[in-house]
């Protein structure tokens, strides 16, 4: 059924329009507006969950490095630590060398070999020793049990090795033993 509106125009004229024609364009833009509103929020819903895996990618990816970091700072920290340990077979080959000195050619020379195996092995683990005669001493290397008056050495000068220092890289595992001289 069809209804029909009279809707007087400026000119007196009587103008017949549909309401039933009009009804459905006011339909059409009010699902429009309201896919537009349902449009909207579901942008809006994806910004937030996108910021959202955004934020959750980075804190997984720095908990990744900070993992391996730690990891690599573990492994650093044993490997010195299982060396601290050995260190101190080093000592006794070198005392035992030195003893040596009036022993049979053979002997000194097996434990020299001795020697050069272990001291090769450190190497090879990326261990260096320090704290010869002669070096300028240094406090963050050497540990001063003495101090003597030479004028063999210039001042402050390593003049006699009661123990080695040996580190890693950068890190001090053990720090030299050492009389200084003034």
């Known amino acids: 059924m069809k209804e029909e509106v009279r809707i007087d125009s400026s000119e007196n004229e009587k103008e017949t329009v549909n309401v039933l024609e009009k009804q459905p364009e ?3 833009i009010d699902e429009n507006q309201e896919i537009l509103k349902k449009l909207d929020d579901l942008q809006n819903e994806l ?3 996108s910021e959202r895996f955004l934020r959750l990618a980075a804190e ?3 908990y990744r490095k900070r ?7 573990i492994y650093g920290d044993a490997k010195a630590k299982t060396i601290v340990e050995i260190l101190p077979i080093a000592d006794c080959i070198e005392r035992a060398i030195e003893a040596s000195k009036d022993a049979d050619a053979e002997y000194q020379k097996g434990l020299e070999m001795l020697n050069e195996q272990f001291l ?3 190497a090879k683990l990326g261990v260096d020793s320090f704290g010869a005669v002669g070096e300028k001493f240094d406090p963050n290397l050497h540990n001063a049990i003495s101090h003597i008056e030479d004028e063999e050495f210039d001042e402050n000068v390593v003049s006699q090795v009661f123990q ?9 595992i053990r720090h030299a033993m050492v009389s200084v001289a003034n």
């Open 26 to 28: 006011q339909e059409i």
């Open 47 to 49: 910004k937030i969950q």
């Open 60 to 62: 997984y990816d720095n």
């Open 67 to 73: 993992s391996e970091k730690d990891k690599i700072l």
């Open 120 to 122: 090769a092995s450190l």
């Open 164 to 172: 080695k220092g040996y580190k890693i890289g950068d890190k001090i």
